[in-house]
């Protein structure tokens, strides 16, 4: 029995009405990867002069589970190079690096497709060059009474080491960039114009001394390593002529130097178990001090990534004893 032909005509437009409604359907686009948060507070410390060390605080989105490494950019002048950092990591040590030159450190966070946080967390920081002894032996500086010198050289060319400077010394006493002073009770060190060596603008025997900038002062710390910044040591605001009483400190504390050659530094000083900073016996008692050093001048180790703000200094933070009279404070 033959299909009537209006049948066959019916059956031909509804299949093509389901080919067209089926062409007529659009694709569901998936939703795009949201980006991941990126780190906070990059921080950095010169490790030696050659690398730099980094930490930060975790991307908000680091256990979500398809978060996959940080990225870090090293950028100097034109040139940058990028490098994987473990998920699981919140510091690196950065090597390879030359002494004097600025480098920029740039971490952002990165999905398992690839989806880059946009915006990084920055910080800029230059290697230096760290002095835990000179001449094979703990770097000593002495009190007033004795003869070995109570006056620093932050770096001489010639021992490629820090050296201690005798104050008396016509010849050593204009090489010391800081000096130590132990008499009237207080351990005071500091710019050589700012102490009581100096009167009227020369040492008693003549000569005149270095001026030497101090700057922000590190507190309750016993190594370098500890010490991790995102400030510029070269701020106006910061640096001046100025002394640290640490007559009351318990633990070691460093700060940030300018020379007067231009070279910037940071010196550490650390007591004994006992929290005692004087060493041995007198009239040779002593104080240990470490240098973190920068050899070429006017390389303030880090940049600000933002402007800096400047604060009056709370009664805490003048009871850490800086010198506030002679030296500004900026809180850190």
């Not at 450190?105 to 800029?124: E, I, P, W, Y």
Request: with cysteine; charged share 20%; proline share 6%.
């Amino acid at each position: 029995m033959k299909e009537p032909r209006f049948l066959r005509i019916l059956l031909v437009f509804l299949c093509a009405g389901i080919i067209v409604s089926c062409d007529d359907d659009d694709p569901i686009t998936p939703d795009p990867t949201p980006e991941p948060a990126a780190p906070t507070e990059l921080m950095a410390t010169a490790l030696s002069s050659t690398s730099i060390g980094l930490k930060w605080v975790a991307s908000a989105d680091v256990n979500d589970a398809d978060f996959d490494a940080y990225v870090l950019t090293v950028t100097e002048g034109a040139n940058s190079t990028e490098q994987d950092v473990s998920s699981f990591s919140t510091s690196v040590e950065v090597t390879a690096l030359t002494e004097g030159t600025v480098y920029t450190f740039d971490l952002k966070s990165r999905r398992s497709d690839g989806t880059l946080s946009s915006v990084g967390a920055t910080v800029s920081w230059a290697p230096a060059a760290r002095y835990l002894l000179s001449a094979g032996e703990a770097i000593r500086v002495y009190e007033f009474a004795s003869s070995f010198g109570s006056g620093l050289e932050l770096y001489n060319a010639t021992d490629d080491a820090p050296g201690v400077r005798k104050i008396s010394d016509e010849a050593t006493s204009v090489l010391a960039d800081i000096v130590f002073d132990d008499r009237d009770s207080k351990l005071i060190i500091g710019s050589p114009t700012m102490s009581a060596y100096v009167n009227n603008g020369t040492y008693n025997n003549g000569t005149t001394p270095r001026v030497t900038l101090i700057g922000k002062v590190f507190t309750d710390v016993d190594s370098f390593d500890e010490i991790y910044d995102t400030e510029a040591l070269d701020q106006s605001e910061t640096m001046a002529e100025g002394t640290v009483d640490f007559t009351g400190f318990q633990k070691g504390f460093a700060f940030a130097v300018k020379t007067e050659s231009g070279n910037f530094a940071k010196v550490l000083v650390r007591p004994e178990a006992d929290g005692d900073f004087l060493y041995g016996a007198t009239p040779n008692q002593h104080i240990i001090v470490e240098v973190s050093y920068q050899s070429v001048a006017d390389v303030p180790y880090a940049i600000f990534q933002n402007p800096p703000k400047v604060n009056k200094p709370t009664p805490d933070q003048q009871a850490i004893g800086v010198n506030y009279n002679k030296l500004p404070f900026k809180p850190y």
